[in-house]
């Protein structure tokens, strides 16, 4: 097709009172554009497969990446004694714990600055002796603990967060994972060594501090014991545990006697032939597809405490009414072409992340070259423009940091040698045990490799979709699926209805075997973007409906939209506590140093993310081809065509 066309401008038509008139003219013979009213001008000329692979080449020469500055962490020194006084030996010993295991466990004691007793009238820290459980790495102190008898604590500020006694895992087929200090000590003093414990007990459904411990200490283990609390708390251990090290080694304590929660509750009340019983007590979780009640007792127990939960929530009211997430689910989002969606599910997976700390690996072939799509990333993030042409956008020093917030959050598979499911699946299932991701977006359908050879299409589809249910339910994933519908007609208006997944290519079943159906479609009529809720599975995640928003050409972000009133844009930027303090300084990354990633509040002050039993076992990530280059590249601020 060649010569000129003319159509509405995105830049300027919305805010028009003739919102129809084409102002935009458009040459389709080299791509340039003008708008007759504003202004706006530009080339969206496409340049040939062998022009971009060369571009992409030279730029890369040009361009190497920069060396990754390490993080630079607080070290602390030891502070405290291993001469123990006779009060301190005797707390110790009232919980079972020897000298012997307290020496060979490193625990020290000593005067530290502490929160004062809670019947103390006093103002502010005061000196307090305390016990020091001393974190070491490779025999060198990393950080401490320190403790009051009261259960008062603190570690290093700066300091690096890791597991309590990692150095005793290290080449043994075994390990032991415990909630708290006293636990570990518990199993050494009864003769199991090879034991670790997560640095601030139970809960904590982020466990990033585990990334860079996985292939050198866990992944020789055979068997993994899992002696968490069996609180709501360690339930929720319990179940990251599992997810991260995988059904398949791990061996989980469900019962620690009558009167008992925990390790060192056994100590106390019994003595160390109790514990010894109960830890060779433990067992793997149920074979997939066989449950007893007893076998999901805990959980059940979580459920009756808690009640039916509401699910994450993007923080947009007007959607989050009609439809919340879970992990274990399916999630289908259609929409004709150009509608937005994948803006929207690039949207969803930025506001899950903010609120809840949810990392995502992506199979979007709909967003390649990668780096196209980290640039629209750091945009959600930042709330400003990443192309050199626009206006306000993004500083060096804001592109920095979000360069690097999105190497730790978000990360691509492009795999170019074999893009059917079950390769770019295991490949995905890799980020979710070695990263902890919790949202998998494949986009789209028709970009992954399908052979059915006479299978019928309905017949396969089917079978696909059990495929990414499983996949979900095992590795505790919300699955998120980009589908194409059928080419439909125009309504009588001469504009298109929104599809459903019922109009998705291939099979009723997209709509019978999805958790979630989400349909985003553009109301050119009215002038905003239409997110429905098409099937929401669950009662308590949600209802049929739709949820008016408009989108921000300047940062791609969703906000809400009521006809007559006034947007109101957001344009903060997500990770301002994370920027320089002075705009000139050199920016210098520094990951967090805790382990509990609290809800926004700037969002909501009451989020809270409810958690999904995850199993699965560990594999290592590979890739054959140089995109794992532009996967982890921090790219420079070179244009991006519109």
């Known amino acids: 097709m060649s010569g000129q066309v003319r159509t509405t401008c995105p830049k300027c038509s919305a805010d028009r009172k003739k919102k129809y008139d084409k102002c935009l003219s458009i040459n389709l013979d080299d791509g340039k554009f003008n708008c007759h009213n504003c202004g706006w ?13 060369q571009r992409m080449e030279e730029w ?6 920069e060396p990754k500055k390490p993080i630079e962490y607080k070290v602390p020194t030891q502070k405290g004694t291993k001469e123990y006084s006779e009060k301190f030996i005797n707390h110790f010993a009232k919980r079972g714990i020897s000298v012997k295991t307290m020496t060979e466990c490193g625990i020290t004691e000593g005067m530290e600055m502490m929160p004062r007793k809670d019947d103390d009238p006093g103002e502010g820290m005061i000196m307090r002796n305390t016990i020091q459980f001393n974190y070491y790495l490779d025999g060198k102190l990393i950080n401490t603990k320190f403790k009051t008898h009261d259960k008062k604590f603190k570690f290093v500020s700066g300091a690096r967060l890791i597991p309590y006694n990692i150095d005793s895992v290290k080449g043994q087929k075994y390990c032991i994972w415990t909630e708290g200090e006293f636990d570990a000590l518990s199993f050494h003093e009864i003769g199991y060594t090879s034991v670790v414990s997560v640095p601030s007990g139970g809960g904590h459904k982020n466990l990033d501090w585990l990334d860079d411990f996985m292939a050198e200490y866990f992944d020789d283990k055979e068997t993994i014991y899992i002696a968490s609390d069996t609180d709501t708390r360690g339930v929720e251990l319990k179940d990251e545990l599992v997810r991260r090290f995988g059904i398949d080694r791990c061996k989980v304590i469900n019962d620690y006697g009558e009167g008992c929660k ?4 056994v100590l106390q009340k019994y003595d160390k032939e109790t514990l010894k019983k109960v830890l060779l007590k433990a067992d793997f979780l149920p074979v997939d597809g066989v449950f007893a009640v007893n076998d999901l007792k805990a959980d059940l127990d979580a459920l009756y405490e808690k009640g039916w939960q509401k699910g994450v929530t993007i923080g947009l009211p007007e959607f989050d009414n009609i439809c919340s997430f879970e992990t274990g689910r399916v999630c289908i989002v259609t929409g004709i072409p150009t509608s937005g969606k994948s803006e929207f599910v690039d949207f969803m997976t930025v506001m899950l992340n903010q609120r809840y700390g949810w990392k995502t690996v992506y199979f979007s072939p709909e967003n390649f070259p990668i780096t196209y799509h980290i640039a629209k990333i750091s945009e959600k993030l930042i709330g400003k423009p990443f192309s050199k042409e626009r206006e306000n956008r993004m500083s060096r020093a804001e592109y920095e940091v979000a360069a690097e917030y999105i190497n730790d959050n978000f990360f691509f598979i492009y795999p170019t040698d074999n893009c059917q499911v079950d390769n770019v699946l295991e490949k995905a299932k890799a980020f979710v045990h070695r990263k902890g991701c919790k949202i998998v977006v494949l986009d789209p359908y028709n970009r992954l490799d399908h052979d059915n050879g006479s299978e019928r299409e309905t017949v396969y589809i089917s079978k696909f979709l059990d495929k990414l249910t499983y996949f979900a339910q095992k590795h505790g994933v919300l699955l998120i699926l980009v589908a194409h519908p059928t080419k439909l007609p125009k309504n009588k208006e001469g504009f298109y209805d929104p599809p459903t997944l019922y109009d998705i290519s291939g099979s009723s079943a997209f709509y019978a075997k999805a958790d ?8 050119v009529q009215e002038m905003c973007v239409l997110a429905i809720a098409n099937k929401v599975k669950f009662k308590h995640l949600g209802e049929i409906g739709k949820a008016k928003l408009q989108y921000n050409i300047n940062n791609g972000r969703y906000s809400a939209y009521e006809f007559g009133k006034e947007m109101q844009w957001d344009n903060s930027n997500f990770l301002q506590d994370l920027m320089p303090s002075n705009e000139g300084e050199e920016y210098t990354y520094t990951a967090p140093t805790s382990q ?10 009451n989020a809270a993310a409810p958690e999904s039993i995850v199993l699965g076992p560990t594999v290592t990530p590979t890739f054959d081809n140089d ?7 921090k790219h420079d601020s070179s244009p991006l065509p519109f």
């Open 41 to 53: 001008a530009g080339c969206v000329a496409e340049e040939d497969d062998w022009e971009k692979q």
């Open 627 to 633: 995109d794992t280059y532009w996967a982890q590249f």
């Open 596 to 605: 509990t990633f609290a809800p926004n509040p700037e969002f909501d002050k």
């Open 60 to 65: 890369k020469k040009q361009h190497k990446p």
């Open 262 to 265: 925990d390790a060192n509750d």
């Open 516 to 523: 979630f159906g989400i349909t985003i479609h553009r109301d």
